[in-house]
């Protein structure tokens, strides 16, 4: 059974979704996050997922921002728009976005969970299985879909820079 649901927001600041640690100050940019996977769709790889990050502006999408994204498995680098895959954690997914004429944003999105029916191997002499081709498991995930939006420098600051 495939299940889906969306969660959107769009005007919240980035802060917002850092949770209590305090770390994430003075933000003025936005994420949005949508497209919250079911995980019950096809075997997933129960250690890493895909997002897509994309990058925006007051006008529009923003083409070749450099983002970064972490978790306390590791760092990885996009440029927006694109795809990336992450190790899965249930710790905050950090980013940083930067693009020239911009501001940097930083934030975090907080993990959930779902579960998933994990990759399994089958070999031609394996008769009948164990019986739990069908087990699921619960990892931690991130929304699928990451939009990002920069705020574009003052004039005096693009000058400055």
């Known amino acids: 059974m495939k299940t889906a649901f969306a969660v959107a927001i769009s005007i919240l600041p980035l802060y917002a979704f850092a949770g209590s640690g305090g770390q994430l100050n003075n933000l003025q940019n936005v994420v949005t996050v949508t497209e919250a996977n ?71 999105v907080k993990a959930s969970t779902t579960q998933i029916t994990p990759k399994r191997f089958t070999f031609g002499t394996d008769a009948g299985g164990d019986g739990e081709e069908d087990a699921l498991i619960t990892v931690p995930q991130y929304a699928p879909t990451i939009t990002i939006t920069l705020n574009a420098k003052a004039a005096g600051q693009q000058a400055a820079n």
Not at 73 to 87: E, H, I, Q
């Open 38 to 108: 079911s995980g019950q769709n096809n075997a997933q790889d129960k250690n890493r997922e895909e997002l897509s990050v994309a990058v925006v502006d007051a006008n529009g999408p923003v083409a070749d921002a450099k983002c970064t994204l972490s978790n306390d498995k590791g760092d990885w680098s996009v440029t927006a728009p694109d795809k990336v895959t992450v190790r899965r954690s249930s710790s905050d997914l950090k980013i940083e976005c930067a693009k020239t004429g911009y501001d940097t944003a930083t934030g975090a």
